[in-house]
């Protein structure tokens, strides 16, 4: 028993060494799915398929069957004679030869210094600051020391020590952004304030940690850091990648230690605030300033902004760095930019609205000493300079809250990369369709490749995602045996991909009859025909059936009076035959009002009525035809669209032809035919409209605006009208009085009174003269400021009308003087 006893551990030992057991199992479980390497056997899929793909460029190389599957008790014998000769771990099985084959990489190669490798994480990166509406949310949350930031913020459940002093400091946080390129001017972009509160305490051996609350996080639009850029000799405003960002936070009142965390001196040391009230330059002076550098890129929350405090003059670094939780957005419709770790949609877990991640498994990183140690075992692939976009898009009906519909129904991927499994990523566009026909049959994938027509390159590729319609009846469950043997010849990817699945025993590929009629696709613009004519019979009667009477009865249509018969029969005469000018009208009348109502812009309006008018001419006939009376459109408005108007006019088309293309009555093709029928060469042009339409200028409805000139110079053609650019910034001057006001001269006798000038030039030109060109422009929605424009006047008539003060003014003081003489 002695013996026994010493051998066998003591209680407490046992219980050591089972809770020893159970942390280490429970650990490894939790920490397995991050560090270790994929399943086998997408990689085995992959090489099956690179496999299948050489056999088919070379037909001669004879292909083994495998004969494990016809005797599966003799699987020793088969593979002996099967399979003469394997290459490592990346080797795959051949027949006959493997010098075809590129031999495996050694183990000791050593991945290029540029290359990362990403083993469970995919970065998509998404240009959410371009879509419409978007603007940046930036909320400051925490000051804490930068060698430990990862470790010391302190968790929602912590208790804070009973009685540690918590000294609160009303400030100002002070918001501004500028334009960082060289030659810009000093002018801020935009500047915002916010009112916070600064909460310091000790955090132990993390140092200091300093609590910020802001009372409303900070909001900036992106139109309000768009500037003008300029290339190949055209301006525009858009959102470049250098801009300066600064966050200053000053103290209110007096009365509290200030500042909130310590800070370097020269040569010192440490300086805390103690010191510097000892030195009587007073406890709240001073400010806190971080600054970032990376817009439109937002900071990560994961990364310290360094802390510096500017104190009479000078400099003082810190060691601590500010927390900023920060996301593009669209204007009350939630979150636009995506997470890091894949295509985070709400569309393939509805039921979980926060996506698979959840908020503990975000914050867990993996590895560092395994990942090294896989990275050298496994060297990463060279990855691709230029990686094709994926935008997937899905009905709004697969998500279920109404505020997330809009907001994720597109959204785009670098590379070929799968939505769902967010460590998947392929070369080739078919792999990738493999894969999500193969492994995600949940849902059904509608792949569109695009290809650019004008470099024949790749374009964005979109794949819808849809639910399948669940099955009427119910299937019964099928419990008998399947036996299925590879065949001798190479598995085609293409044709299983286009629904030939006979190589694995499913159904053929699908024969269709042949057919003289296109059934996919558009025609093209030189195969589109005019609109049908009428085959009109006047003259042919309709006999009808005369009860008590032998002889019948013939009764003739005309325009303007249209019996109505049971007995009328195919050969009366055509719909085309009824006037429905008074329609047309109405719906002309009706589009002014709704253009009053919208503000639409005259070039809005009259688009809006020129295709109305021509739909209706055509009789509204089915959306399938609507790529067909589009191209008639272009060529029957070809001249007014590209020599009426200028830019203004042609983005709204634009916009116009993106609406069609969107709802997906036509397509890329159909776009690009459009913009080559309008703006291509005279002797290219393709054949106008047949003699029998009647001409828009002759019909003297629907139509506010004459038809252009038939002959029209190049350059006025090209070039806007002077009136459509503002003269203080050289810019075009578009209708939109909600986005940027415009401005009149008020003068009644000006000669240039339909120039139009920017509201914000005029007011920002009258306040750089005041302010040396250094005060921010005034608003021009505010009421004294829009009370000014009403009297505002143009250069020329403001010189006018001096000249003519000075002139009475010097008639009157002559007049005085002879009078008194007199």
């Not at 013939?554 to 000018?581: A, F, H, K, L, Q």
Request: net charge positive.
């Amino acid at each position: 028993m002695e013996n026994g006893t010493q051998n066998h551990p003591s209680t407490s030992q046992r219980h050591r060494l089972f809770t020893q057991d159970l942390v280490g199992h429970f650990t490894w479980e939790l920490e397995r799915p991050k560090s270790r390497q994929h399943l086998f056997l997408q990689r085995n899929v992959l090489r099956v398929l690179e496999h299948h793909k050489e056999r088919l460029r070379d037909p001669s190389s004879r292909a083994s069957r495998p004969l494990s599957a016809a005797n599966p008790h003799n699987t020793g014998e088969a593979s002996a004679r099967t399979t003469p000769r394997v290459s490592g771990l990346t080797g795959v099985v051949n027949s006959d030869t493997t010098k075809d084959q590129p031999p495996p990489r050694s183990r000791d190669t050593k991945p290029e210094t540029n290359i990362r490798r990403s083993h469970r994480f995919r970065k998509i990166v998404e240009r959410a600051h371009q879509q419409a509406g978007a603007e940046l949310m930036l909320d400051l949350s925490s000051i804490r020391k930068k060698l430990t930031f990862k470790k010391n913020l302190r968790n929602d459940d912590e208790r804070p020590a009973k009685r540690q002093k918590r000294d609160k400091v009303r400030c100002l946080c002070h918001l501004t952004i500028w334009d960082n390129r060289d030659g810009s001017a000093a002018v801020p972009l935009t500047s915002k304030t916010s009112d916070c509160l600064v909460t310091g305490v000790e955090n132990g051996d993390h140092g200091h940690l300093v609590d910020i609350e802001l009372d409303k996080p900070f909001i900036v639009s992106a139109e309000e850091i768009r500037v003008p850029v300029t290339r190949s000799n055209t301006t525009a405003l858009e959102i470049i990648d250098k801009y300066f960002l600064e966050f200053k936070i000053i103290p209110c009142k007096t009365g509290s230690l200030w500042p909130p965390v310590p800070i370097l001196g020269k040569s010192d040391g440490d300086n805390f605030s103690q010191n510097i009230k000892q030195s009587g330059s007073g406890g709240l002076q001073g400010a806190i300033v971080t600054q970032y550098t990376h817009l439109p890129t937002p900071p990560d929350m994961n990364v310290p902004l360094s802390v510096l405090f500017l104190h009479q003059g000078k400099t003082y670094r810190t060691k601590y760095g500010l927390q900023v939780r920060s996301v593009w957005q669209k204007a009350g419709a939630g979150r636009v930019a995506q997470e890091s770790r894949g295509l985070d949609l709400n569309s393939f877990l509805s039921d979980q609205p926060n996506g698979i991640h959840t908020r503990g498994k975000a914050r867990q990183q993996g590895h560092e000493p395994l990942m090294t140690f896989l990275e050298g075992i496994f060297p990463p692939s060279p990855v691709p300079q230029n990686q094709p976009e994926v935008c997937y898009s899905f009905p709004g009906g697969m998500v279920k809250r109404a505020d997330v519909a809009e907001e994720f129904r597109t959204a785009t991927a670098k590379g070929y990369g799968c939505p769902i499994c967010t460590g998947r990523s392929f070369r080739e566009l078919e792999k990738l369709r493999f894969h999500l026909t193969t492994m995600h049959t949940k849902y059904n994938f509608s792949v569109k490749p695009g290809t650019d027509r004008a470099t024949n390159g790749p374009s964005p590729v979109h794949i819808k995602v849809d639910q399948p319609r669940r099955p009427t009846v119910r299937k019964e469950e099928d419990d008998g045996e399947m036996l299925w043997v590879a065949p001798t010849s190479p598995f085609d990817l293409q044709a299983f991909l286009s629904g030939d699945h006979s190589w694995i025993g499913g159904r053929g590929p699908i024969k269709l009859q042949p057919s003289s009629r296109p059934t996919t696709g558009y025609p093209l613009a030189k195969n589109v025909p005019d609109f049908r004519r009428a085959r009109r019979r006047k003259i042919k009667p309709i006999v009808l059936e005369a009860r008590g009477n032998n002889k019948p009865q013939c009764m003739y249509t005309s325009v303007s009076n249209r019996p109505v018969s049971p007995n009328e029969g195919p050969r009366s005469e055509s719909d085309d035959e009824i006037d429905n000018e008074w329609l047309i009208a109405m719906q002309m009348e009706c589009l002014d009002l709704i253009a009053e109502k919208g503000n639409w812009s005259p070039y809005e309006r009259e688009l809006a009525k020129r295709w109305d008018r021509h739909r209706m001419e055509e009789q509204l006939e089915h959306p399938t035809f609507v790529s067909n009376s589009l191209i008639r459109f272009a060529r029957k408005h070809k001249e007014w669209l590209r020599n009426s108007g200028g830019d203004e006019l042609l983005s709204c088309f634009f916009e116009f032809l993106v609406n069609l293309n969107e709802r997906q009555v036509i397509d890329d093709d159909v776009v690009a035919d459009v913009n080559e029928l309008i703006f291509m060469d005279e002797s290219r042009a393709c054949p106008t409209a047949s003699a029998g339409s009647t001409p828009l200028a002759n019909s003297g409805l629907g139509t506010s605006m004459a038809p252009p000139a038939m002959a029209v110079p190049q350059e006025e053609a090209q070039n806007p009208l002077p009136e459509l650019v503002c003269p203080l910034c050289n810019k075009l001057v578009k209708f939109k009085p909600k986005r940027n006001p415009i401005t009149f001269c008020q003068d009644p006798a000006c000669a240039t009174a339909s120039q139009r000038y920017h509201s914000r030039c005029i007011l920002y030109s009258s306040t750089s003269q005041k302010g040396k060109g250094k005060a921010a422009a005034p608003n021009p929605e505010d009421e004294a400021i829009r009370f000014r424009l009403k009297f505002w006047l143009c250069k020329a008539c403001t010189v006018r009308r001096k000249e003519r003060t000075t002139a009475e003014a010097d008639a009157h003081a002559s007049g005085g003087i002879v009078g008194t003489v007199s």
